[in-house]
């Protein structure tokens, strides 16, 4: 399986995030900077493990058209983004 991650932003801020499949990792904290960089309200970015080590970004969404993973509870995206009014 792939070490897949994504990560949802809101208003320069990581709000949720969710592993596509069930493996026991965790996704490098560095990745939560990406809010500050891109200039967008709300967008989401895939980020995968490498085979060689280390993870990378392999995609940025405008977040119109980004499906949840199931391991994301849409409540919680929700939830986290009314929060960051």
């Given amino acids: 399986m792939t070490d897949e ?6 208003q320069g801020r ?10 026991n990792t965790t996704l490098p904290a560095r990745f ?7 200039d967008s309200a709300f967008f ?3 980020v995968a493990r490498l085979a060689r080590g280390g993870y990378t970004i ?13 391991q ?3 409540r919680e995206l929700y939830r986290a983004m009314l929060g960051y009014r």
């Fill in 72 to 74: 994301l509870d849409p």
């Fill in 44 to 46: 989401s970015a895939n």
């Fill in 32 to 38: 939560a900077r990406l809010g500050s960089v891109i």
């Fill in 5 to 10: 991650h994504r990560l949802f932003f809101w």
């Fill in 58 to 70: 392999i995609e940025l969404n405008d977040g119109g058209c980004t499906q949840l993973p199931e």
């Fill in 14 to 23: 990581l709000v949720a995030q969710a592993r596509y499949y069930e493996l």
